[in-house]
Each structure stands twice: as C-alpha cells, then as structure tokens.
C-alpha cells in the first residue's frame, strides 16, 4: 500500500460518496434533529420531576423532624 503524505488523506482507505444533503440537513436541522430535541425534552422534562419530588420529600422529612426535636426538648 502507498503511504500518503498527508495523514487526513490516506491513500487506499476506500471512502464511498458521500450522501447528498439538502440544505436544511447541511444546517443541522434535518428530521432526525427533531427526534433527538424531542426526545432530549422529554428526559429533561422527567428528571425535572423526580427532582421536585425528592426535594419535596426531604423538605416533608425535615419538616417532621423538626417537629420531632421540638416535641423531645
């Protein structure tokens, strides 16, 4: 095998043709985007919630042990 010279073009490494891109592709918005900031949203939109409710569950729980010290002093 030739050696290139250039290590960002080595020579005998097929490449294929490439896929032609419409221009909303080229600009990264292509169908396959849509999916993936829909499917981000909604995993942002879960961890949200469990968030709010273990803060809300440790917020009850200090909530009762502060009670709990009051009662015991």
Known sequence: ???S????NPVGQGGGQRKK???AERANN???????????ADQKAE???????TSASAAAEADGQAGDD???S
């Not at 292509?30 to 981000?40: E, F, I, K, V």
């Open 1 to 3: 095998m030739t050696v």
């Open 5 to 8: 010279k250039n290590i960002n």
């Open 21 to 23: 891109l419409s221009r």
């Open 30 to 40: 292509g169908p396959h985007r849509n999916l993936d900031r829909q499917g981000a």
């Open 47 to 53: 961890l949200l919630r469990k968030m709010r409710e």
């Open 70 to 72: 009051t009662a015991q």
